[in-house]
């Protein structure tokens, strides 16, 4: 029981729903048959944010330390001391300061390895800007604390992956983002991930066009020709499956996704939009390229039913056990590295 995966929790926003989330995700005690949670945040705040979705017969099992933690109950380390005053469904200081020390605390014991994956609640990216993030999201923030070169917002399901070239960019400044450079990036961070983290052989990977019909050759912006097009001739040429530029409205609405392994947008709602409505509640935000393991769940605070009893886990609970898929995976692709006949034993295992 004590090889089991730790996966840590960030609480995000204390005024929205993340912690009604981490303890409904938490509440069957069949899940820590799987990992070990450790939840950074407080045990009072999570105590008030319980009474208040009348969540009855929870608890945490408080420890100082990861390494204290019990694989058979949900856990939590009490990151700050102090009285806080928790206001549902209001942005305010207090909800990103708060949000900010337990990711801190969190990302902290993940680099030092006393942890396995990070999960984090969501957060507000305006009152979360302080002293020590600046950022516009988790994602730039992680790709900063751990100095990755570049890092691949990627969005995933049981029926659907899809990442995005820029994300957190203002839709006015989109094009300017748009480089051939950038592109292959986002492909090569994109089909490594398919084969280290979800273990798939020869992926398939479509790209979306920028402009409506992918620029009608030429009609409608000259991007797709210029740029895009380009971008995937020569990741195939590095061996990369990829095909495309496709028009994103024709694409999803034919159903055309479902015969990729991945897509990739150009920006973040072309991407997110189809992505959330497909996957219904269950999808899972990971952030590629990063040495470390982070998913969250793809929704936000959720001000307006904080307190209301009324949010889903599953979403939540879908990014704990991405986080430990992708865990488990990449340690088996290690020991393959030092290993090689070791393959057909784990092929069997999967098989």
Do not use: C
């Not at 996966?7 to 899940?31: A, F, P, Q, T, Y």
């Not at 969540?55 to 939590?76: H, L, T, Y």
């Not at 396995?116 to 790709?143: M, R, S, W």
């Amino acid at each position: 029981m004590s090889d089991k995966i730790k996966v840590g929790i960030s609480v995000g926003d204390l005024n929205g729903i993340g912690m009604e989330v981490i303890i409904k995700s938490l509440l069957d005690n069949r899940v820590l048959e799987y990992f070990t949670p450790i939840v950074y945040g407080n045990t009072k705040n999570a105590s008030f944010h319980r009474k208040a979705n009348n969540i009855n017969d929870f608890s945490f099992n408080v420890i100082s330390e990861a390494s204290q933690a019990n694989p058979k109950r949900p856990n939590m380390i009490n990151v700050w001391q102090e009285d806080v005053r928790i206001t549902l469904g209001e942005e305010n200081e207090t909800g990103g300061k708060y949000a900010f020390l337990s990711l801190e605390k969190a990302l902290e014991d993940l680099t030092a390895g006393k942890i396995d994956a990070l999960v984090t609640a969501p957060i507000n990216k305006h009152n979360i800007q302080q002293e020590g993030f600046q950022f516009p999201g988790h994602t730039e923030y992680l790709q900063s604390k751990v100095n990755a070169d570049d890092v691949l917002m990627f969005m995933i399901s049981d029926e659907f992956r899809v990442g995005v070239v820029t994300g957190h960019v203002p839709l006015n400044e989109v094009s300017t983002y748009i480089t051939q450079d950038a592109i292959l990036k986002k492909l090569r961070l994109m089909n490594e991930s398919l084969k280290n983290d979800f273990w798939i052989q020869k992926p398939k990977i479509a790209v979306l066009g920028l402009n409506p019909h992918a620029g009608d050759n030429g009609v409608i912006g000259t991007e797709d020709d210029e740029i895009v097009r380009p971008a995937v001739e020569k990741a195939n040429e590095e061996s990369i499956l990829t095909f495309g530029p496709y028009p994103a409205d024709g694409f999803f609405a034919n159903h055309a996704y479902t015969k990729f392994d991945a897509v990739l947008a150009m920006y973040h709602d072309q991407g997110l939009i189809p992505f959330k409505h497909i996957a219904s509640r269950k999808g899972v935000n990971f952030t590629a390229g990063l040495p470390i393991v982070r998913t969250s769940p793809d929704h936000g605070t959720g001000y307006d039913i904080a307190g209301k009893n009324m949010a889903s886990h599953e979403s939540f609970l879908e990014a704990i056990f991405a986080a430990v898929h992708i865990v488990k995976n990449r340690r088996e692709q290690a020991e393959l590295s030092v290993n090689p006949l070791s393959f057909k034993k784990l092929s069997r295992d999967r098989d």
